[in-house]
C-alpha cells in the first residue's frame, strides 16, 4: 500500500520545488534574483494553479505573506528605534557639552580626549587646542602632585576622589582655583574629572 505522505511532508515537498523552480536548476541564481519577491510570488502562483499543489502552494503563500509583514513591522520598529536612540545619543552630547560644570575625559596618563566647553573656558583656551595635552601642563606647578593624588585614588572601592586644583589661567599669569573630582570612566580605561568653579575669577601669584 502507498503511504500518502503527511501535510508537513508535502510543504517540505513543494517548498524544495519552488526553490528549485526560483532559483533554477543549478541553485546558483543571481542575488538579485533571489530577493526578487515578485518573482517567488510568480513562482507560487504557478503552483497554485495546479489541482495537486494549490491548497499547499496558497498555504504557503499566505505563510510567505505573514512573514512578510512581520518583517515590515520588524523594520519600522527597528527605524522607531533608531530615531530614539540617535535623538537620544544627541541629548546626551548636548548635556555633556553645555553643562554648567567643566566636564573632561582624560586616560590613564592624564592627557586630555574629550572636554565641554565650560572645561575649556575654566582652562582658557579653545577646546580643540587643549585634546592631546596632558593636564598636568594645564595646572599650576603645585597643583600637578594633587592631581596625581586624586586619579590614584580613585577605585572601584573608592569610585570617587576629590581635590583643589589650581588652573594655570591665560590672563596675566594668574590661577584660577577649581574643586575638582574625579571617577573612572565609565567608557574607557581612564577618567572622568570634573571641575567647578567661577570662569571669570583668577589669582595673582601674588595673592597665592
Not at 519552488?18 to 543571481?30: H, L, W
Not at 504557478?46 to 505573514?66: F, K
Amino acid at each position: 500500500m502507498t503511504k500518502i505522505p503527511d501535510n508537513q511532508d508535502r510543504r517540505k515537498d513543494l517548498r524544495t520545488r519552488a526553490i528549485a523552480q526560483f532559483t533554477g536548476p543549478d541553485n546558483q541564481a543571481p542575488v538579485h534574483t533571489r530577493a526578487d519577491s515578485s518573482a517567488a510570488l510568480a513562482v507560487l502562483y504557478n503552483l497554485a494553479s495546479a489541482p495537486t499543489t494549490a491548497p499547499d502552494a496558497l498555504a504557503l503563500l499566505h505563510e510567505l505573506q505573514v512573514h512578510q509583514v512581520e518583517v515590515d513591522l520588524q523594520d519600522e520598529e527597528l527605524r522607531r528605534s533608531r530615531l530614539e536612540l540617535e535623538a537620544s545619543l544627541q541629548r546626551q552630547a548636548q548635556l555633556f557639552e553645555c553643562a554648567p560644570m567643566g566636564y573632561l575625559i582624560v586616560d590613564a596618563n592624564s592627557v586630555v580626549r574629550e572636554l565641554n566647553q565650560m572645561a575649556a573656558t575654566l582652562i582658557g583656551s579653545a577646546a580643540d587646542s587643549l585634546r592631546g595635552k596632558s593636564l598636568e601642563t594645564l595646572l599650576a606647578p603645585e597643583s600637578v602632585a594633587g592631581l596625581r593624588a586624586m586619579l590614584g585614588n580613585v577605585a572601584p572601592t573608592a569610585p570617587l576622589a576629590f581635590a583643589e586644583l589650581l588652573l594655570a589661567a591665560t590672563i596675566a599669569g594668574g590661577t584660577r582655583r577649581t574643586q575638582a573630582s574625579a571617577c573612572l570612566d565609565p567608557a574607557g580605561s581612564g577618567f572622568l574629572i570634573c571641575l567647578a568653579g567661577d570662569p571669570a575669577a583668577t589669582t595673582s601669584p601674588a595673592d597665592g
